[in-house]
T-cell receptor, first 112, second 115 residues
Framework: EDQVTQSPEALRLQEGESSSLNCSYTVSGLRGLFWYRQDPGKGPEFLFTLYSAGEEKEKERLKATLTKKESFLHITAPKPEDSATYLCAVHLFNNYGQNFVFGPGTRLSVLP | EAQVTQNPRYLITVTGKKLTVTCSQNMNHEYMSWYRQDPGLGLRQIYYSMNVEVTDKGDVPEGYKVSRKEKRNFPLILESPSPNQTSLYFC??????????????FGSGTQLSVL
């Protein structure tokens, strides 16, 4: 069964304290891995797509990396406005359409 | 402004009373999808549509119906809601109907409570 897990479930950081979020997956055929950010009361917003092991993408204080079994979202010197839930999703091969499997998310709090 | 619009934002209803949650996108996207989000379970796909008049089941379709009569609209219908359908619902769209890696654009969500 295709499965995506994320750890930790919740993370509390001080402003400026760098850390990493993990997304692990066991899937039958990966087309791509997506990271989204979700603020309370809002829908997820796209951050990155990674397609192959070894690929990296960066945006401001965020950097996403991908291996054959997991992805990391590295947050460097976070600020309070980085507080949100971060979701990863895998895009799978199938015969009938797009299938995204989402992880449960990591809830990040950055304290001033 | 390019967006996915869901209505209503909040809905409280009783068991068995039919309801519809509307979803509309103004980006001319071919692909649209419905998800429900529950604590600890992440987003789970209910139904999706590759194009007008083409819909298919996602991972948790039981108790839901959809239709895609127009490209921009993709309503979610609960014919006889039950308390286990209490959840946060999101509509999403993406530009193409091919199986390429297209990011999803999400609506703001509909919080449904079934009493």
């Amino acid at each position: 069964e295709d499965q995506v897990t994320q750890s930790p479930e919740a993370l509390r950081l001080q402003e400026g304290e760098s850390s990493s979020l993990n997304c692990s997956y066991t899937v039958s055929g990966l087309r791509g891995l997506f990271w989204y950010r979700q603020d309370p009361g809002k829908g997820p917003e796209f951050l990155f797509t990674l397609y192959s092991a070894g690929e990296e993408k960066e945006k401001e204080r965020l950097k996403a990396t991908l291996t054959k079994k997991e992805s990391f979202l590295h947050i460097t010197a976070p600020k309070p406005e980085d507080s949100a839930t971060y979701l990863c999703a895998v895009h799978l091969f199938n015969n009938y359409g797009q299938n995204f499997v989402f992880g449960p998310g990591t809830r990040l709090s950055v304290l001033p | 402004e390019a967006q996915v619009t869901q209505n209503p934002r909040y809905l409280i209803t009783v068991t068995g009373k039919k309801l519809t949650v509307t979803c509309s996108q103004n980006m001319n996207h071919e692909y649209m999808s419905w998800y429900r989000q529950d604590p600890g379970l992440g987003l789970r796909q209910i139904y999706y549509s590759m194009n007008v008049e083409v819909t298919d089941k996602g991972d948790v379709p039981e108790g839901y119906k959809v239709s895609r009569k127009e490209k921009r609209n993709f309503p979610l219908i609960l014919e006889s809601p039950s308390p286990n359908q209490t959840s946060l619902y999101f509509c999403a769209s993406s530009p193409t109907r091919t199986t390429t890696n297209e990011k999803l654009f999400f609506g703001s969500g509909t919080q449904l409570s079934v009493l």
